[in-house]
């Protein structure tokens, strides 16, 4: 049967990416110097995932120019590399599967009771930015900043800034900054109409009626209150709100549509000329997410430090998520060692359907299958270790493991013996040197 192939790195991974190469050029304790020099913070990433799924290579370096204590400029850039298989949508099946490349020209097998993952997914990407911060005068600063994504089917372009406002001898700290960008989608084999019936091959007239490509603007803007406790402790209250609007769909992604009528294929696959029915997702144009984030920081007298956090998520689509992490640096002379538990949950999207039957198919509006919308609980545990050289410069490196689980209703006959919310293990490995 016809239906996409994700020739394509997964996004939101990429954003776990992203967000893990901040973390390694951001620690707990980083020297700044004062005196017109450089700070230089190299890392090197590694990703895996169970089943031989998603794995990732990706070197990042970030250089700060310091000018005086508050005036900086950093530049960093990041490269990855993924390779691996990735969940399509669609549920696993008593019968073997064969989709087709977003192309039309290429096709791969889903085995009996295999979930459908499209194990040719490939892709590079390069990420370059740049943040400017200095102070106005004793009770103001700013930072502005830029920064460019590109990889072959998708393309990120935004700029930033924040404005901060000292008070109480510089005890407390205001801050507001504002996000904006603007992405491209450049799907393989052009734009797909969503919910529509995934066609078998090229030649199909549904390819000819795509678009090269589709944009979405997102908007996020936080504002955050930092607290000076005491000498040794630290608070922070953020709220964060953020708006997207355009394509926000999966282009890649599709749900399997089931047969419920009675009879011997009750819950099997949905077939139309005797073709099974696989159809491409859709998402809404438009999303708000509210936030609240608070975190706390206190050196204890033997100069270890607790680093604990909490994270609430909602937003227009129904998802509700909380985020739990916890952090203990213990301090030996030169050496620190770091470990790490972290918990999320989250609800599912109003749209998430695991899939849809041949009964009301053809009257949904909205409907995604990917396991990334719907309910599910995560827990990470790591460890990171730092030794810090004389001449002050420092070596660290950080080792996490990954569970995730997912749940959601049963399948209806022949469906509910296959396993449609299979978990997910991964490991991260990331080593790193400042100087």
Not at 38 to 54: G, N
Not at 287 to 302: E, G, M, P, V
Request: charged share 20%; aromatic share 12%.
């Amino acid at each position: 049967m016809a239906v996409t192939k994700t020739m394509k790195k997964n996004k939101d991974l990429a954003r776990l990416l992203t967000a893990a190469s901040c973390a390694l050029v951001s620690g707990l304790s980083t020297t700044t110097h004062a005196d017109d020099s450089w700070d230089v913070d190299s890392a090197f990433l590694l990703y895996s995932e169970s089943d031989s799924r998603v794995s990732a290579v990706e070197p990042v370096v970030s250089a700060t120019k310091n000018y005086d204590e508050e005036t900086k400029l950093n530049f960093k850039i990041v490269a990855d590399t993924l390779t691996g298989a990735s969940p399509n949508g669609a549920t696993p099946s008593d019968q073997v599967q064969t989709f087709t490349s977003p192309s039309g020209k290429s096709s791969y097998n889903a085995t009996a009771g295999e979930q459908p993952l499209d194990d040719t997914f490939k892709d590079t990407r390069i990420a370059l930015s740049s943040n400017w911060s200095a102070p106005i005068n004793r009770d103001w600063a700013y930072g502005v900043g830029g920064y460019l994504s590109a990889e072959h089917d998708y393309r990120s372009l935004g700029v930033n800034g924040n404005l901060s406002r000292y008070l109480n001898q510089k005890n407390t700290t205001l801050t507001l900054g504002l996000n904006l960008s603007n992405d491209a989608v450049t799907p393989e084999g052009g734009v797909p109409t969503g919910l529509h019936q995934i066609p078998l091959d090229r030649s199909d007239s549904e390819f000819t009626q795509r678009s090269d490509s589709e944009n979405k603007n997102l908007v996020d803007a936080v504002f955050g209150v930092t607290q000076v406790i005491n000498s040794k402790t630290i608070m922070q209250f953020n709220y964060a709100l953020s708006t997207s609007s355009g394509y926000l769909t999966d282009p890649y992604k599709m749900l399997s549509v089931i047969d419920d009528t009675a009879g011997s294929n009750f819950g099997g696959n949905f077939q139309s000329g005797g073709n099974n029915v696989y159809l491409y997702e859709k998402r809404p144009d438009s999303r708000l997410k509210q936030s609240i984030y608070w975190q706390t920081k206190h050196q204890f007298d033997n100069s270890d430090v607790l680093d604990v956090s909490y994270r609430f998520m909602f937003d227009d689509w129904g998802v509700n998520s909380h985020t739990i992490d916890a952090k203990y640096r213990f301090r030996f002379d030169n050496q620190y060692l770091e470990p790490q538990l972290r918990w999320y949950t989250q609800s599912k999207a109003d749209f998430y359907n695991r899939y849809l039957t041949s009964s009301d198919y053809t009257n949904t509006s909205l409907a995604s299958a990917d396991y990334r919308l719907g309910d599910l609980d995560t827990y990470t545990i790591g460890l990171r270790y730092g030794y810090e050289f004389a001449d002050n410069t420092e070596f660290y490196t950080r080792f996490s493991l990954y569970h995730q689980e997912s749940s959601g209703e049963k399948g209806i006959g022949k469906l509910a013996s296959q396993e449609l919310y299979p978990g997910l293990d991964s490991m991260m490995l990331i080593m790193g040197y400042k100087f």
